[in-house]
């Protein structure tokens, strides 16, 4: 069997326990059941990875300019994809540049915005939004957080309306290639299933727990494959057990499997 070396990164440190010891007992001692489920995460990558290819072909998804990233994360929240490309098409159709966008009017805005869903609010946060990015850089560009630690996006984007844990992963591997593991709706759903984190978990700690475990240099592609399968097979109803390939490994189909037993007893 391959030897494997557990990074010291995906030793639990005590501001993480608390949030680990919800699915597994404690990993400040690497326990058997730490290191089995450290072999079980690796391996369920592995077969993800001969699945779906994404580690080793990822698609570029991010933008020239890492604003346009993040305006269209935000748009994309509580809505599907189709809907959040159509409304960012139209904004971008609409103006040229961000500083245009800063100048048009809210009600504009809402009319753009409006097949995103919640357009008051989303035109409200991106109008916010500019202006802050004005008022910190003195231009409407992100291009100079390429230049910055992970630590430092993450300090100037939280302070940013509707802008989360998530958005924020996603502008930080997506659009300026710094390690993170945004967990949506389809890789909470996965890593519960799974049984990788607890199933009251919120998607925020759940990555916080990920990213202690999964290499960094995986983390895009493990993103992107779990979320090739969770709109594949691993889909939120009726999930197509059947065609998975991570049946052995998996809690939620071992539960499954067990039901009608217990019936029959
Ligand atoms: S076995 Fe079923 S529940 Fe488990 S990962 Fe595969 S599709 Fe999802």
């Given at each position: 069997?391959?030897a494997?070396?557990?990074?010291?990164?995906?030793?639990?440190?005590?501001?993480?326990?608390?949030?680990?010891?919800k699915?597994?007992?404690?990993?400040?001692?690497?326990?058997?059941?730490?290191?089995?489920?450290?072999?079980?995460?690796?391996?369920?990558?592995?077969?993800?990875?001969?699945?779906?290819?994404?580690?080793?072909?990822?698609?570029?998804?991010?933008?020239?300019?890492?604003?346009?990233?993040?305006?269209?994360?935000?748009?994309?929240?509580?809505?599907?994809?189709?809907?959040?490309?159509?409304?960012?098409?139209?904004?971008?159709?609409?103006?040229?540049?961000?500083?245009?966008?800063?100048?048009?009017?809210?009600?504009?805005?809402v009319?753009?915005?409006?097949?995103?869903?919640?357009?008051?609010?989303?035109?409200?946060?991106?109008?916010?939004?500019?202006?802050?990015?004005?008022?910190?850089?003195?231009?409407?560009?992100?291009?100079?957080?390429?230049?910055?630690?992970?630590?430092?996006?993450?300090?100037l984007?939280?302070?940013?309306?509707?802008?989360?844990?998530?958005?924020?992963?996603?502008?930080?591997?997506?659009?300026?290639?710094?390690?993170?593991?945004?967990?949506?709706?389809?890789?909470?759903?996965?890593?519960?299933?799974?049984?990788?984190?607890?199933?009251?978990?919120?998607?925020?700690?759940?990555q916080?727990?990920?990213?202690?475990?999964?290499?960094?240099?995986?983390?895009?592609?493990?993103?992107?494959?779990?979320?090739?399968?969770?709109?594949?097979?691993?889909?939120?109803?009726?999930?197509?057990?059947?065609?998975?390939?991570?049946?052995?490994?998996?809690?939620?189909?071992r539960?499954?499997?067990?039901?009608?037993?217990?019936?029959?007893?």
């Amino acid at each position: 069997m391959e030897a494997i070396t557990i990074p010291e990164k995906s030793i639990a440190k005590s501001q993480n326990c608390k949030i680990m010891c919800k699915s597994v007992n404690c990993l400040n001692d690497i326990s058997d059941e730490v290191l089995s489920k450290y072999y079980n995460i690796k391996m369920t990558l592995d077969i993800l990875e001969k699945t779906w290819g994404m580690e080793g072909e990822s698609p570029d998804l991010g933008h020239e300019e890492p604003l346009d990233g993040l305006i269209l994360t935000l748009l994309s929240q509580n809505t599907n994809d189709r809907n959040r490309d159509v409304a960012f098409s139209r904004l971008k159709d609409a103006y040229q540049q961000w500083d245009d966008v800063h100048r048009a009017s809210l009600e504009d805005l809402v009319d753009l915005v409006r097949p995103a869903g919640l357009a008051n609010i989303k035109a409200r946060r991106i109008k916010y939004i500019l202006e802050m990015i004005l008022e910190d850089f003195g231009e409407l560009s992100l291009k100079v957080l390429r230049r910055a630690s992970r630590e430092r996006v993450q300090s100037l984007l939280q302070r940013m309306p509707g802008v989360g844990p998530k958005t924020i992963a996603c502008v930080l591997v997506f659009e300026l290639g710094i390690p993170a593991f945004p967990v949506d709706t389809h890789v909470s759903r996965f890593c519960r299933r799974i049984g990788w984190v607890g199933s009251n978990l919120k998607p925020e700690e759940i990555q916080q727990v990920m990213e202690g475990i999964i290499e960094p240099s995986r983390f895009l592609g493990a993103h992107l494959n779990i979320i090739s399968h969770g709109r594949g097979i691993c889909t939120a109803r009726k999930p197509k057990c059947e065609k998975c390939p991570l049946q052995s490994n998996c809690n939620y189909h071992r539960r499954e499997k067990m039901l009608p037993d217990q019936d029959d007893a």
